[in-house]
């Protein structure tokens, strides 16, 4: 299992970007699946998550209505859509496996970094102001 991000990039404020995780080693239709953040100095950050066929999508609050999260099973990629960033935006974004096969979320998950059996390395992304 390989989960690999790209697209980080430096921007300011009110810009946009578009991350990319692409994912190998399983079927990514089969699983739960996250983007999680991590700023410096602090610990993990839960952002979006997306369902097998994609719906439903949840986020957290700090993200709703800026970020989108979607993704391609069949090129198994999932994507992270960021508008009008804002420098509390600036941290390594992670994609991250769920480790259950088949389990769809019907409500926003509680994050636990232990829910996640597979992670990427990250991809920086830096908002200034």
């Known amino acids: 299992v390989q989960l690999v991000e790209s697209g980080g990039d430096s921007v300011q404020a009110g810009g946009s970007l578009r991350l990319s995780c692409a994912a190998s080693g399983f079927v990514m239709s089969n699983y739960f699946m996250s983007w999680v953040r991590q700023a410096p100095g602090k610990g993990l950050e839960w952002v979006a998550g997306?369902?097998?066929?994609?719906?439903?999508?949840y986020y957290a609050d700090s993200v709703d209505g800026r970020f989108t999260i979607s993704r391609d099973n069949r090129a198994k990629i999932v994507y992270l859509d960021m508008k009008k960033l804002k420098p509390e935006d600036t941290a390594v974004y992670l994609c991250?496996?769920?480790?259950?096969?088949?389990?769809?979320?019907?409500?926003?998950?509680?994050?636990?970094?232990?829910?996640?059996?597979?992670w990427g390395k990250g991809t920086q992304v830096t908002v200034s102001a």
């Open positions: 997306s369902n097998l066929q994609n719906e439903p999508t």
């Open positions: 991250a496996r769920y480790k259950w096969s088949g389990a769809t979320l019907t409500t926003r998950p509680v994050f636990r970094e232990s829910d996640y059996a597979y």
